[in-house]
């Protein structure tokens, strides 16, 4: 028997012995009518063994009163929920979360976790049956990928809450999944605490480079970024969230682009940024590519002056919220050495791993082969 229906057994009792109590005492019963009617009202999810969310589609979802089970739909719902220190509540995964991967730390230091668990879904594509069979209390279903969360919870009988899920940080699409993942993991401080602290960092963050005058930053360009798979020196990011949580002069902002794209590299030379940052996972791409163009890169005043550095990648499947922190630092570090000189960037990424993943985890990247470091673009 399933704890939810356990639970319904025991209150529908204690309704019942109530019930027998009150019969007794019938001035008592009368004396107390709109107080008993009031508590009555108070305590029908509690009777009935079941309370109701409100999703970020603005979708009213009965859920059990106690959620002990939920398996995770869609890009950065688990990741989420690993965050909300609920991961021991899973108990069906995607089958990308079946492989252990350094790029998404919260599968990393989970992975013990996950990988014998079901697989009821594909990044995208729901499993029904398989849901089923896992049989958990609520489903949690990202809104980034195929939010059809009406259908699955008809086909499945099983509550389906959307949250939002974020491909950028520190924006009101996190801040509202962890409030919507803490009321239904009944974790609400620990989704204070996260939101109390993402607010924080951007507050330094805002002191450190808000007000740095737009004359005396220096240009900026990334290449090698990750979206839909690895990309070369060309793949960059127009409002790079790293860059803009720290007013950076990120020269894909001067394109009529949006998020990630290729670009024509003669237009990259055009610019000749300041400082040049690559995406660890287009290193290999960007490798290769100044082997057969050597010339190219070499005209380029970053490369000359030794001002490349790495970016430790954070999309994989959506982006991680931790490594687009760590890196934030990194490049506040590099870009406005006077502003960051407190922070040692290797300590504050593993602070902020420690805050989301409940561990330090820079020294596993850095065996890894992914550290906060000067590049020489071609190595």
């Not at 008993?36 to 979708?59: C, H, L, P, W, Y």
């Not at 492989?99 to 879904?121: A, E, H, M, T």
């Not at 990309?231 to 127009?238: C, I, K, Q, S, V």
């Not at 596993?364 to 590049?375: A, D, H, I, S």
């Amino acid at each position: 028997m399933k704890k939810r229906t356990r639970l319904l057994a025991l209150l529908l009792a204690a309704c019942m012995t109530a019930g027998m109590a009150a019969c007794g005492s019938d001035g008592a019963k009368t004396e107390n009518k709109d107080t008993d009617t009031k508590k009555e009202a108070q305590n029908t999810e509690e009777k009935d063994g079941k309370r109701t969310i409100v999703d970020s589609m603005d979708r009213e979802v009965e859920i059990p009163a106690e959620v002990d089970s939920i398996v995770c739909l869609n890009v950065t719902s688990l990741r989420y929920t690993c965050y909300m220190q609920a991961q021991d509540l899973v108990v069906g995964v995607e089958d990308y979360e079946q492989k252990q991967s350094i790029s998404r730390p919260y599968n990393y230091v989970n992975f013990d976790k996950f990988k014998d668990l079901p697989v009821v879904g594909n990044n995208g594509e729901h499993y029904i049956e398989e849901i089923i069979t896992a049989d958990p209390d609520v489903i949690m279903m990202s809104a980034l990928g195929n939010c059809d969360a009406d259908d699955v919870q008809e086909k499945t009988g099983i509550p389906v809450v959307v949250i939002p899920g974020s491909d950028q940080m520190m924006d009101e699409n996190v801040y509202e999944t962890f409030r919507i993942m803490g009321e239904v993991y009944q974790k609400e401080d620990r989704a204070e605490e996260l939101i109390a602290y993402l607010e924080e960092t951007k507050k330094d963050l805002d002191s450190r480079t808000k007000d740095i005058p737009e004359e005396e930053k220096q240009s900026v360009y990334v290449g090698g970024v990750s979206f839909k798979g690895a990309h070369g020196f060309e793949g960059t990011e127009a409002n790079y969230a790293p860059f803009s949580a720290i007013y950076a002069k990120n020269l894909a902002n001067e394109t009529d682009q949006t998020g990630a794209f290729n670009i024509d590299l003669e237009q990259v030379l055009a610019w000749n940024p300041d400082v040049i940052f690559v995406d660890f996972n287009g290193m290999e791409l960007i490798k290769q590519h100044y082997a057969e163009n050597p010339d190219y890169y070499n005209q380029l005043k970053a490369v000359q002056e030794g001002k490349v550095y790495s970016q430790i990648s954070f999309r994989s499947s959506a982006s991680n919220l931790d490594m687009a922190l760590a890196d934030t630092y990194y490049a506040g570090s590099v870009l406005y050495p006077e502003k960051f000189a407190d922070i040692n960037p290797e300590e504050k990424a593993d602070e902020i791993f420690e805050k989301l993943l409940g561990q330090k985890f820079y020294d596993t990247l850095k065996e890894n082969g992914y550290e906060f470091r000067q590049v020489q673009i071609g190595e």
